[in-house]
């Protein structure tokens, strides 16, 4: 495993014991994803004072406003959501534009494990072990052209089955974008399950981004189109409130949002009562994405 995903996180930093045994039980009987094997690999030590965060917390305390604004209400209505079949469009400055069903975009790929933090722009965060493969592997199959420099990403908008489409909060359907560096980069990837198991609708079924560099809402859910394309994408947050939300959105303890300061962050475990930590720029990932960013300023390129 390379060393751009080797967090400082270990498995019982995820999840209690008795839901660690019971994944490990599940991934042995991988072939029941139906999209390929999980790989194994090595796990480093943990940041101290992190605590557990079960998967019960990561799959019922969500932002998904396709279901709703409020943080119960993706698990309490996206079982409405059919997720098969389904199919990626992915087309602009690529080589091999199409419409993709699931089973081909997954079909012989090796799907990995990828422990990392996930932090709100709200101030909370959590860690959560990701099953997916880098985003790069599928670009690369699909042939990005030279002169490309970003990767639009559009959310499925179904109005009977994600009640959340009658509020106006935003401009639907859900839209993000990345700068091709940042989607090519190995950290980033395209997630189809979590603690072991699919990808559970109100995370996103089936298959959604992960970039854990940036704040959550940049880790676009339910992905259905894919445009790789010259000019900076259009995003929905940025659309709605510019001053609030950049494009670039990199978690960053000294660039506050308008409503929350993030120099710390509510440490979801689970507990009644979560630990606070002080936040850490690029959400910890410094050493492997700083680079990306040596000729911006980043209180301006928020």
């Known amino acids: 495993m390379s060393r751009f995903w080797k967090g400082r996180l270990t498995e019982n930093d995820v999840t209690p014991e008795g ?28 940041p101290s004072g992190l605590e557990p965060v079960p998967y019960e917390a990561a799959s019922s305390y ?17 079982d409405a959501l059919t997720t098969d079949p389904w199919s990626i469009e992915i087309n602009g400055m690529v080589d091999n534009p199409g419409t993709y069903a699931l089973e081909d975009v997954l079909k012989g790929r090796e799907i ?11 101030g909370w965060s959590m860690v959560i072990p990701w099953d997916g493969f880098q985003l790069s592997e599928l670009l690369n199959q699909v042939g990005v052209q030279s002169g490309a420099g970003f990767v639009a990403f559009e959310t499925l908008a179904r109005p ?34 979590m603690y072991g198991k699919d990808l559970p609708n109100q995370n996103g079924a089936p298959i959604r981004l992960v970039v854990p560099w940036k704040y959550g809402f940049k880790s676009i859910k339910s992905i259905v189109r894919i445009t790789v394309q010259e000019e900076m994408p259009f995003t929905s947050w940025k659309n709605a409130w510019a001053q609030a939300y950049g494009f670039y959105s990199n978690v960053n303890p000294e660039v506050s949002h308008p409503r929350w300061s993030q120099s710390t962050e509510r440490v979801l475990d689970g507990s009644r009562i979560p630990s606070r930590r ?16 040596t000729d911006l300023d980043l209180t301006t390129n928020f």
């Open 112 to 122: 990995q494990e990828r422990i990392y933090r996930l932090r709100c722009v709200e």
């Open 278 to 293: 002080e936040t850490e720029m690029f959400n910890g990932y410094q050493e492997e994405v700083a680079g990306l960013y």
């Open 62 to 78: 969500n932002n998904y406003y396709e279901f709703g604004t409020d943080k119960e209400d993706p698990a309490r209505y996206a």
């Open 19 to 46: 839901v660690y045994l019971n994944r490990r039980q599940i991934m042995a009987g991988a072939a029941g994803l139906g999209i390929g094997s999980i790989a194994g690999g090595p796990l480093l030590a943990a």
């Open 160 to 193: 009977e089955e994600m009640r959340g489409l009658r509020n106006s909060v935003l401009d639907w359907p859900y839209r993000e974008g990345l700068r091709l560096d940042e989607a090519m980069h190995p950290l980033t990837i395209m997630a189809t399950g």
